[in-house]
């Protein structure tokens, strides 16, 4: 059976990520049958890593502020988390299930597919944004 997505729920969990103004840092799409629709949301990473298990795939859009000295800024991030204990065609899948996804989430800074969990890490998150997000101020201080 062909993967569907909720757009109009998913969208309003994007929604609540991008929004300053929201504490909502992140939000996960998973699966319910076959079709992707918004999952837990929080507004600390740590609790998003903690949604990342072994038997499952989902994806998730974060927001993280970066920037340096001279600039705050949010970036966002669209992360594919594949666990280790995923079925080999539901593997294959997700792939093809993300342009779905990216129907909805369409502006980030970085994406990334991730199925090592040291890879979730916060700061290698947030290095990878760095190195996307263009001119570093702080450089003169390195």
């Known amino acids: 059976m062909a993967t569907k997505i909720d757009k109009e729920a998913c969208r309003a969990a994007y929604n609540l990520v991008r929004d ?3 504490a909502v840092i992140w939000v996960t799409f998973k699966y319910d049958g076959s079709t ?3 999952g837990e949301q929080g507004a600390e990473y740590q609790d998003f890593i903690r949604e990342c298990t072994d038997d499952v795939r989902l994806f998730a859009f974060v927001r993280f502020t970066t920037g340096d000295a001279m600039s705050k800024r949010s970036k966002f991030a669209l992360i594919t988390w594949i666990g280790e204990n995923v079925s080999g065609l539901q593997r294959a899948k997700t792939g093809t299930d993300k342009t779905l996804v990216k129907e909805v989430v369409q502006n980030f800074a970085k994406e990334f597919v991730i199925s090592d969990r040291k890879e979730l890490e916060e700061d ?14 702080d450089a003169q201080t390195e």
């Open 36 to 38: 992707i629709v918004p």
């Open 20 to 22: 300053d103004g929201s």
């Open 124 to 137: 290698f998150i947030k290095s990878e944004l760095k190195k996307a997000g263009g001119a570093n101020y």
